[in-house]
């Protein structure tokens, strides 16, 4: 069970199909390998793809413009962070100066 080097018993069957299968798919590469079938198999791709295209590129373009909007209010939400950090730690530098002469005894 442990040994490396053991062998998965394969059936005649199986190494049939193999066989075939590889056959087969040599032989469909080597039908379309050939410059008229190439010629052909672009001609009727070409129409297919320019529809496809046709039809998925308004929402490509939704997508861009939804993602354009996105990044514009993500630049917005930085910009309102960072300027109100400093409105708030300038806020707290004048409660501090407050708050030290409330504290401070009376000079006579």
Do not use: C
């Amino acid at each position: 069970m442990g040994d490396s080097n053991s062998v998965i018993p394969r059936d005649r069957y199986s190494e049939a199909s193999e066989d075939m299968m590889s056959h087969i798919g040599e032989k469909i590469l080597m039908v379309l390998r050939h410059p008229d079938n190439q010629a052909r198999l672009q001609s009727v791709m070409d129409p297919v793809i320019s529809h496809i295209i046709q039809r998925v590129f308004p929402y490509i373009l939704l997508s861009a413009i939804l993602f354009l909007i996105l990044f514009i209010l993500t630049i917005g939400t930085f910009w309102l962070v960072v300027k109100g950090s400093s409105a708030v730690s300038s806020t707290l530098k004048s409660v501090t100066v407050a708050s030290a002469l409330l504290t401070q005894p009376p000079s006579i």
